[in-house]
């Protein structure tokens, strides 16, 4: 079992930059690969961007942060970051981070295990 906490939300005004970054319970962080996922009042949880269990090159986005967003981890320091630039206001969400035991990320919400509490973000126009 992993435990996650996100911190890093804000208001940021459209085009700035947050890091959003996720902390990792227990000693076995890197057997989880990693997703972040957004939920804007009244819509579906989204989508944004994973990660397999060694970082690596195994990345994969969601259309509408590709080239925007980064995502990275540090297994020493059992944390998964967020990367966010050229912030729109469609972004404003509450940011979750997911973890599923398994080699490969996914974009399906379902197939993550484990869940975060959530991170506010909010982008100004």
């Known amino acids: 079992q992993v435990q996650l906490v996100e911190s890093g939300g804000g208001l940021v005004q459209a085009g700035g930059s947050l890091r959003l970054s996720c902390a990792a319970s227990?000693?076995?962080?890197?057997?989880?690969?990693m997703g972040w996922f957004r939920q804007a009042p009244g819509k579906e949880r989204e989508f944004v961007a994973g990660?397999?269990?060694?970082?690596?090159?195994?990345?994969v986005y969601g259309d509408s942060v590709k080239g925007r967003f980064t995502i990275s981890r540090d297994n020493a320091k059992n944390t998964l970051y967020l990367e966010m630039n050229d912030l729109k206001p469609e972004d404003t969400a509450v940011y979750y981070c997911?973890?599923?035991?398994?080699?490969?990320?996914?974009?399906?919400?379902?197939?993550?295990?484990?869940w975060g509490q959530g991170t506010q973000v909010t982008v100004a126009s």
């Open positions: 227990g000693r076995t962080f890197s057997t989880y690969a």
């Open positions: 990660i397999s269990r060694s970082g690596g090159t195994s990345r």
């Open positions: 997911a973890a599923r035991p398994s080699v490969l990320a996914a974009m399906m919400s379902s197939l993550y295990d484990y």
